[in-house]
């Protein structure tokens, strides 16, 4: 059957991997003797077509939020340091963040991939400003005039780990 192209499911690796069609959302089951290493296609028995079946590399709990971040190459200590540029804040886990900004505000010379930026942000309930440091893993741009940038945590130290473990706690 000829698709111009495959719909993609996301899925952990495991012996038996289990997920839904998103063409038939028939329940489509696979095993295997070993854990797939790799992403791959899947057709699926009810329907015949092919899937991309990614595979989850995140090993930590994701948090969705909508929250005031500062950023900057400088050293800033204060979110309305002139050397800082605002986003929001739309996920973090205790690896990272990802933080949304208008794309007009983008630079090619500031926001690029590999860049070393402190971050400025507090987390509820607590109103007590968290500093960290994060290296900028991708720059995605999106639709309605904005882009993601996906940050690393660097050298987070005890008090900073606690205070995102809390905030990340059910």
Do not use: W
């Not at 090993?59 to 939020?65: F, M, P």
């Not at 804040?89 to 500031?110: T, V």
């Amino acid at each position: 059957m000829e698709q111009d192209e495959a719909k993609i499911v996301t899925v952990y690796s495991a012996i038996v991997i289990t997920f839904t069609c998103p063409y038939c959302n028939a329940p489509v089951e696979i095993k295997s003797e070993v854990p797939p290493k790799e992403d791959f296609r899947a057709t699926c028995p009810h329907c015949g077509r092919d899937s991309l079946v990614k595979l989850n590399r995140r090993t930590a709990y994701r948090k969705s939020v909508s929250l005031p971040i500062s950023y900057s190459l400088s050293d800033i200590y204060d979110p309305n340091d002139k050397k800082a540029k605002r986003g929001t804040m739309i996920d973090i886990s205790k690896g990272g963040l990802r933080i949304e900004a208008p794309l007009f505000r983008f630079s090619d010379a500031y926001e690029k991939e590999g860049a070393l930026m402190t971050l400025l942000f507090s987390l509820p309930p607590r109103e007590q400003v968290i500093r960290i440091k994060a290296k900028v893993i991708r720059i995605i741009p999106c639709p309605g005039g904005k882009f993601h940038m996906a940050m690393q945590f660097v050298d987070i130290n005890e008090h900073q780990s606690k205070a995102v473990n809390f905030f990340l706690m059910p």
